[in-house]
């Protein structure tokens, strides 16, 4: 799945969306597990409906003018990458499992 979303992110990055998508502003973000080969984003970039499918198919889509002419814009990677840093959290948040306190070690 990870390199599934690097996939993504790859896809659509271009030197001037890299510029571009810090200014996106994902007001909604939902992420649904469809399937465990499945994810699907559906997030409100700028007020631009965005959608990602990432697993089994992937791509996404955008409803701005910029992806319809081009086919790829700055909503849909800031999105790619709000999903690459959140699945990173998740992994970081299982492997930092509380540790039992020694108490003999004093
Ligand atoms: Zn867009």
Redesign the pocket.
């Given at each position: 799945m990870k390199e599934k979303i690097e996939t993504i992110v790859k896809k659509y990055e271009t030197d001037h969306i890299v510029k571009k998508y810090k200014d996106v502003d994902i007001s909604l973000y939902l992420e649904r597990k469809e399937s465990p080969l499945q994810i699907v984003v559906v997030a409100d970039?700028?007020e631009?409906r965005?959608i990602l499918y990432v697993g089994k198919v992937t791509f996404g889509t955008?409803?701005?003018t910029?992806?319809y002419i081009y086919g790829r814009?700055?909503?849909?990677y800031a999105v790619a990458v709000k999903l690459q840093n959140s699945q990173i959290n998740k992994r970081t948040e299982a492997n930092h499992s509380p540790r039992p306190t020694h108490k003999d070690s004093m």
């Open positions: 970039a700028n631009y965005t955008c409803a701005c910029g992806f814009c700055k909503h849909i």
